[in-house]
């Protein structure tokens, strides 16, 4: 039998809201009194989760290439990018909550628009941008205000 894998992903403290990787299919959200909604609607493993910035929302990403939007107070899908290259290894929202960008497993660097569910740009890896010696490859994606 399959082990039982239970990580952290990701918190929002200002919702006191945090998520757990129960099974390699479904995050369990958890709130202060316990497990409020477990987000199922992947079809490969789960790698990932981030909140939000402000907690209403939360995405998770993994090996099927998609990336769903939840709500994070209900569970409910709002919304999906489906990634046609394949594995989405990493994903962060960008502050404004309007974009994300995801990481696949090439390196290449996706900047999508939610709303339109499209893609907006794609930053191919480059070896010329890092110094002598530094692995080549993106390894998580971050944005920054």
Known sequence: PRELVSD????APFRY????CASGLSVTL?????PRAT???????VLGLRFFPHGE???TWGRDGVVVIWDSSSGQP????VDEEGQVEGAQVFPEEERVATRRANGEVV???INASEVLR???HSRRMLPRGHPWMARDVEVFP
């Open 8 to 11: 952290v992903l990701d918190f």
């Open 17 to 20: 809201r945090a998520a757990v």
């Open 30 to 34: 958890l709130g202060r009194e316990g």
């Open 39 to 45: 987000l199922q609607g992947h079809a490969a493993e």
């Open 57 to 59: 929302r939360a995405l």
């Open 78 to 81: 709002l919304g999906r990018l």
């Open 111 to 113: 900047i999508w628009s």
């Open 122 to 124: 794609v930053i191919p």
